[in-house]
């Protein structure tokens, strides 16, 4: 494991650097020793032999004296072996023409500690080539944390509950029935089992429930309690490591994180097509990054003002200001998770797209994407703004999930990464710059950024792992100036057709009425009903069908509902029981 260490009265032995079983780009181990010293020429901790070296032996023995653990060499645990000559000395020889290292120690125990060390290290290194591809990429801090935390029922509940999430991913599977009824289908990443229930919902004939976090008990009891435990088998572990009985016809997963690429799950996803039958379906197929230089001074000057704390020269009578610099860096060091108005972004979005039927898992690993943007208006370019799009095709129909700030709001939000030092630009110029992600052992990503616009050319480092969670729940609002026309002519010709209702039977008073129906518009109200007109396609005759869930005594639920249908804003009813047009569009459903 790595940070594994054995710390002996005399001989503390460590790993390769920086750790053993997960880095070994060389397969060295090296040697550390406390409060022991190599026997000879004089240093501050001891004395260094020379006397040996002929023989090709290298002796290192306690000394009392020695604080400072020294570095005394590599051990290649290739090839490597060691023997015991009494109790309390133990040589190791890395290779046949390598010098020995001779190790003695204060009692056999320690010598004892020190050989079983070793040899775990050794076997450690022997069968690195077994280790899973996810223990190879992930340190055991950064995948204890991530599996805790999937294994939380309130996470599970936080990515259920988006309603955009959770119901597109349920139409994707519902309109493309092929691709699952009579099938058999792999949930990578199962959680709470939710995509393997959609998967029963068009009756799959088996699904295997991937899960590595403990929320595989609770899948389990929810597969149970639905009936399903005949067909939908829990498979606890990673996909990486766990063993399937046949190759499967789909393979679905929610994979994506903070800018398509967060937690490293898109290796894990493209792993298990190890399991796919030639021609099998992965849900989702692609998945399309896009990125814009934005603008955004507030956001700026926000961040400008964090890292201002850090200058002063008094705080408390302390001075602070050394540690401005480090400040500056870590927090323009976070990209900035929150939504936004689209009308920050500077130019057409650019699109990177992984084909997830076919990219490898090494292409995640280091993924570069230049650009060049021509600037649609002229201003300060604070950064580059990030969202994602995935989509299913299916063999009936393609789904696509879109995190786009033209779209509903998602758990996923968009993300932004701030440049410490913006640039200007002019309307029609190009802003040229490349984007650098870098896989980590931390299930993210180092991202770097360099954006170069009119001569002038800025840059910065960003670290995926650490965000900074802005959103406030508060409505999207334009940014300063983007009117041209005035906000509230706009306001009162959005409500023009809009005319005043009588007296209701109930006392109560509407000072707004329905909206009017264009012409050519296949809903009307009609009494107190919200009614859908269409043409057959046969005789042509009009057929009519008064739409469900509207209150027949509520006659302004159904005008409400029919402006919102025509206008794309919705009316929220105010205290005097008038309405209002909000200024958030209304998307089409997921």
């Known amino acids: ?18 750790d053993l079983n997960m880095e ?17 020429a004089p240093t501050e901790e001891g004395m260094i032999s020379n006397e040996l070296s002929s023989s090709g032996v290298i002796s290192i023995h306690p000394n009392s004296s020695a604080s400072v653990p020294i570095d005394v060499g590599f051990v290649s645990l290739d090839n490597s072996d060691y023997y015991r000559m009494g109790e309390q000395v ?20 320690d010598a004892n500690r020190f050989v079983a060390f070793f040899n775990n290290c050794r076997t450690k290194d022997r069968n690195k080539e077994n280790m899973s591809a996810f223990s190879l990429r992930t340190d055991d801090v950064s995948a204890t944390q991530y599996f805790q935390f999937y294994g939380f029922l309130s996470q599970q509940q936080n990515m259920m509950q988006d309603f955009v999430r959770t119901s597109t991913y349920q139409r994707a599977v519902h309109l493309n029935s092929e691709d699952f009824t009579g099938k058999v289908v792999l949930d990578v990443g199962a959680g709470s089992g939710i995509l393997s229930f959609f998967a029963m919902q068009m009756d799959a004939r088996r699904v295997y429930a991937v899960e590595a976090s403990s929320m595989y008990e609770h899948c389990e009891k929810l597969v149970e309690s639905n009936g399903f435990k005949e067909r939908i088998i829990v ?26 690429l967060n937690e490293r799950m898109l290796e894990s996803f493209v792993h298990a097509r190890k399991f796919l039958k030639p021609g099998g379906k992965m849900y989702p197929s692609i998945g399309d990054l896009h990125f814009s230089p934005y603008s955004d001074e507030c956001l700026y000057l926000e961040t400008c003002s964090k890292v201002n704390f850090w200058n002063q020269d008094s705080f408390h009578g302390i001075k602070l200001c050394t540690l401005r610099e480090q400040a500056s860096k870590e927090y323009f060091g976070q990209p900035v998770v929150d939504t936004f108005h689209t009308g ?12 997830f039927t076919t990219c490898s898992e090494n292409s995640l690993h280091e993924i570069e994407i230049p650009f060049d943007f021509i600037l649609h208006r002229t201003g ?26 033209s779209e509903p709001l998602t758990h996923w939000y968009q993300v932004r990464c701030q440049l410490r030092s913006p640039i200007f630009g002019n309307k029609g110029t190009h802003c040229t710059g490349v984007v650098l992600f870098t896989a980590n052992k931390r299930l993210s990503y180092d991202v770097d950024i360099v954006v170069t616009c009119n001569g002038s050319t800025s840059c910065n480092t960003l ?17 300063p100036g983007f009117y041209n026309t005035s906000p509230t002519d706009a306001h009162w010709s959005a409500i023009s057709t809009i005319e005043a209702l009588p007296e209701f039977s109930n006392g109560t008073r509407m000072e707004t009425s329905a909206l009017t129906s264009p012409s050519d518009s296949p809903l009307e109200v009609r009494g107190n009903a919200l009614v859908e007109n269409h043409q057959s396609p046969g005789n042509g005759a009009v057929q009519s069908r008064e739409l469900p869930g509207y209150p027949q005594h509520d006659l302004f639920e159904v005008q409400r509902n029919l402006y919102q249908a025509y206008s794309g804003y919705q009316i929220l009813p105010g205290q005097d029981g008038t309405a209002a047009a909000n200024s958030s569009p209304i998307s089409n459903p997921p």
Request: charged share 15%; hydrophobic share 45%; proline share 7%.
């Open 1 to 18: 494991m790595a940070g594994d260490r054995a710390v002996f009265q005399s001989v503390m032995v460590g790993q390769i650097s920086p």
């Open 24 to 40: 070994l780009k060389s397969k060295n181990a090296i040697i550390r020793v406390a409060k022991s010293v190599l026997i000879g």
């Open 90 to 109: 133990v040589v190791v020889r890395p290779s046949s023409n390598s010098r020995a290292i001779l190790f003695s120690f204060k009692n056999n125990s």
């Open 235 to 260: 498979v606890p572990g990673m996909i990486e490591d766990i063993y399937l009985p046949e190759l499967v016809d789909t393979i679905i997963s929610e994979p994506m994180g903070y800018m398509l």
């Open 344 to 355: 920050i972004l500077m130019s057409t979005s650019h699109k990177w797209t992984i084909d």
């Open 380 to 405: 300060y370019i604070h950064g580059l703004a990030f969202w994602f799009e995935v989509a299913f095709f299916g063999s009936c129909e393609t789904v696509w999930l879109s995190t786009a700030p």
């Open 463 to 479: 670290d995926l792992k650490n965000p900074f969670f802005r959103y406030n729940g508060q409505p999207v609002q334009p940014p």
